[in-house]
C-alpha cells in the first residue's frame, strides 16, 4: 500500500469489525470438527495407520523406480 | 500473549507465531483444546474474509464451515512448519475459487477463469456497520473489483504482509503489490465521490450505485 498520500480513511480499514456466524451454527462446527478430530485420531492410531505411515514412502519410491526403469527400456534401444 | 476462549459475539487477538507453533504440533496430534483455540481465533476474521470478498454471506458461511473441518480432517498431515493463519485463508480463498469455477462452469461461461462478479451486489457487511465510517469503507470495498478487493482485504484488513497474501492468492509479491495499489487509488476515488457525489467520476473510477464489472 502506498505511502505517499495517506489517506484517513483508509486507515480504518484495518479497524472494520469481524463478524462471526451465528451463535448455533459456531458450535454445531465445533462438534463436527471434534468429530472429524477423533476419525483421524482413530485412523492414524489403528494398525493399518501405523503400518501405512512407514510403508508408504518406501511404496512410494519404489513404485517410481519401476516405472523410471520401463520408461527407460522403451526409449532407450 | 495468552489467547483465551472469545467472548460471546467478540473476537479473539491474533495468535503470536511462537504459541501458535505450540497449538499446530498440539493440533496434529488431534488436541481439541489446541483445534477450539485456532477456531475461535480465526473463525471471525476467516468468515469476514469470505463475506467480504464474494458479498454472499450464506456462501461464507458454507465456506468457513468447509474451511475448518479441512482443519480437522488434515490436522495430523500437517507439516511442522504450517503457518496456520496462511493456510486457513489459503484453503478459504481456494474455496470460493472453485465454487466460482463451479458456478460458472454451469452456466457455460468459461471465458475467463477470474473473479467475476454478478453485478453490483451491496456488501452484507455494510447495513450491520456500527458507524457511517464503517458503512461507507464497507461500500467502498464492495464496489472494488474482485482481484483488487482480495488483495485490500488480506494486506489493508486481515494486517498480512504483501509477501504472505500473494502467496495466498496464488501470485507474485510484486503483482500482488499492484493490485493492492490500485485497490488503494479506487477506494481512494470512490471514497471522494462519497464525499462530492456531484463531481463527475474520472475514467475507470467506480461511481456509486454501479458495478464495477470485471478485474482490472
Not at chain 2, 473473479?115 to 453490483?120: C, N, P, V
Given at each position: 500500500m502506498s505511502d505517499h498520500d495517506p489517506d484517513p480513511m483508509l486507515e480504518h480499514l484495518g479497524a472494520l469489525p469481524a463478524h462471526d456466524l451465528p451463535p448455533r451454527d459456531v458450535e454445531r462446527l465445533r462438534a463436527r470438527a471434534h468429530g472429524e478430530l477423533r476419525r483421524s485420531d482413530r485412523r492414524s492410531r489403528s494398525w493399518a495407520g501405523r503400518l501405512y505411515r512407514r510403508v508408504e514412502p518406501f511404496a512410494t519410491g519404489a513404485l517410481a523406480a519401476s516405472y523410471l526403469a520401463w520408461a527407460l527400456s522403451v526409449v532407450v534401444p | 500473549m495468552r489467547l483465551s476462549r472469545a467472548p460471546p459475539g467478540g473476537v479473539v487477538a491474533p495468535v503470536e507465531a511462537v504459541f501458535e507453533r505450540e497449538l499446530l504440533a498440539r493440533l496434529r496430534r488431534g488436541d481439541e483444546g489446541a483445534f477450539d483455540l485456532l477456531y475461535d481465533a480465526y473463525r471471525p476474521r476467516v468468515f469476514s474474509f469470505l463475506v467480504r470478498l464474494s458479498k454472499r454471506r450464506e456462501l461464507a458461511e458454507e465456506l468457513v464451515q468447509e474451511t475448518f473441518l479441512r482443519l480437522a480432517r488434515r490436522a495430523e498431515g500437517l507439516a511442522e512448519d504450517t503457518v496456520l493463519r496462511a493456510w486457513l485463508f489459503t484453503v478459504a480463498r481456494n474455496l470460493y475459487v472453485s465454487h466460482l469455477r463451479a458456478t460458472m462452469l454451469e452456466n457455460e461461461r468459461i471465458d475467463q477463469l477470474t473473479?467475476?462478479?454478478?453485478?453490483?451486489m451491496p456488501s452484507p457487511f455494510e447495513a450491520a456497520a456500527a458507524s457511517e465510517t464503517q458503512a461507507t469503507l464497507e461500500r467502498a470495498l464492495g464496489r472494488l473489483p474482485a482481484p483488487q478487493r482480495e488483495a485490500v482485504l488480506l494486506v489493508a484488513v486481515e494486517g498480512l504482509e504483501p509477501a504472505e497474501a500473494a502467496r495466498i492468492v496464488g501470485i507474485e509479491a510484486e503483482a500482488l503489490r499492484q493490485r493492492l495499489s490500485r485497490g488503494r487509488a479506487l477506494l481512494r476515488a470512490a471514497l471522494a465521490e462519497e464525499d462530492h457525489p456531484e463531481a463527475p467520476a474520472a475514467p475507470g473510477r467506480p461511481r456509486a450505485g454501479r458495478g464495477t464489472g470485471g478485474p482490472r
Open positions: - | 473473479l467475476e462478479e454478478a453485478g453490483a
